[in-house]
């Protein structure tokens, strides 16, 4: 068996917001288009069935993490890159020489308090924390000791 892994799904609200998540089916929704080839591989090979998921807000006025989702389908190929009137077309992707990888996301609480990444920056015990590398990575693992110090100051309980 393995162990929970926790990561960070990035999402510009004006495309896909973590209320968009909550209204859907479910509660459920694929987290397609990523056209990164590392965050590829994460869902691809290491994002799993009951992995939990920071959902944050990008590219806005005050980003921040806004709630949790969990991982209820591990990486599957991404339909959206074989479709041609899908924004997320990728000619080069086929049925059966997937390029492109999603999973499936549930949503699970939003943050009682969202953590700015202002908030964050200001944490010496985030320091080593992947988005707070520059990175501009879509999909970010996120150490498990991370995971707890973000809840805290989410003020969800654990």
Request: net charge negative; aromatic share 12%.
């Amino acid at each position: 068996m393995s162990q929970r892994s926790y990561w960070l799904f990035k999402s510009e609200p004006t495309n896909f917001s973590f209320d968009d998540l909550r209204t859907c089916p479910n509660s459920t929704e694929h987290w397609d288009g990523v056209r990164n080839y590392q965050a590829r591989n994460y869902l691809r090979d290491e994002v799993q069935v009951g992995d939990q998921v920071l959902f944050y807000h990008s590219n806005i006025a005050v980003p921040a993490i806004v709630g949790i989702a969990e991982v209820v389908r591990a990486g599957y190929p991404d339909w959206t890159a074989r479709d041609p009137e899908n924004k997320h077309f990728d000619p080069a992707s086929t049925a059966e020489k997937p390029i492109w990888y999603m999973v499936d996301v549930r949503f699970v609480n939003p943050f009682p308090r969202p953590v700015k990444l202002a908030e964050l920056k200001n944490n010496p015990a985030l320091s080593g924390m992947v988005l707070l590398s520059r990175s501009r990575l879509s999909i970010q693992p996120v150490r498990e000791e991370e995971w707890r110090q973000i809840l805290r100051m989410g003020g969800v309980e654990e």
